[in-house]
């Protein structure tokens, strides 16, 4: 399944699956989210990555949304998503990238600008970004 958003430039660059939960209790508690985040590796393949371009990104399991400081991982998609190496980036939902507003936003502008797109687990939910030039996947 693919969608007439995603351009083959998009496909030339890799897809990232951000992985995140606030608490090592949520980690080991919460399976299921486990699961269906890493499971959206399988929706980037669906959608036209090819697996050696798909790159899970789960370095942050257990650290609190609330700020980007310690997590590196989301430091690191931030840092690809800008030198616009990313084609599309995929989570669960928005609150796993970020609960603080200013973090969501700066990340959905990088995207805009890059040219990145945004998904959740959705089947239709495909962005550029929340702005005019950021589109979801």
Same mark, same amino acid.
């Given at each position: 399944?693919?969608?007439?958003?995603?351009?083959?430039?998009?496909?030339?660059?890799?897809?990232?699956?951000?992985?995140?939960?606030?608490? !090592?209790?949520?980690?080991?508690?919460?399976?299921? %989210?486990?699961?269906?985040?890493?499971?959206?590796?399988?929706? &980037?393949?669906?959608?036209? !990555?090819? +697996? %050696?371009?798909?790159?899970?990104?789960?370095?942050?399991? @257990?650290?609190?949304?609330?700020?980007?400081?310690?997590?590196?991982?989301?430091?690191?998609?931030?840092?690809?998503?800008?030198? @616009?190496?990313?084609?599309?980036?995929?989570?669960?939902? +928005?609150?796993?990238? &970020? *609960?603080?507003? %200013?973090?969501?936003?700066?990340?959905?502008?990088?995207? @805009?600008?890059?040219?990145?797109?945004? #998904?959740?687990?959705?089947?239709?939910?495909? *962005? &550029?970004?929340?702005?005019?030039?950021?589109? !979801? #996947?």
């Amino acid at each position: 399944m693919t969608s007439t958003k995603i351009q083959s430039t998009h496909w030339e660059r890799t897809a990232f699956v951000y992985v995140r939960q606030s608490t !090592w209790l949520q980690v080991s508690e919460n399976r299921e %989210s486990t699961e269906r985040q890493y499971n959206l590796r399988e929706r &980037a393949i669906e959608l036209g !990555w090819p +697996a %050696s371009r798909v790159e899970v990104i789960d370095e942050d399991q @257990g650290r609190s949304g609330s700020t980007a400081t310690f997590r590196t991982g989301f430091q690191r998609l931030a840092a690809e998503v800008g030198l @616009g190496k990313v084609g599309i980036v995929l989570m669960l939902e +928005a609150s796993r990238l &970020a *609960r603080n507003n %200013s973090d969501w936003y700066r990340l959905i502008e990088i995207c @805009g600008i890059s040219g990145t797109l945004i #998904a959740d687990e959705a089947p239709y939910t495909i *962005r &550029a970004s929340l702005t005019t030039d950021c589109f !979801w #996947a």
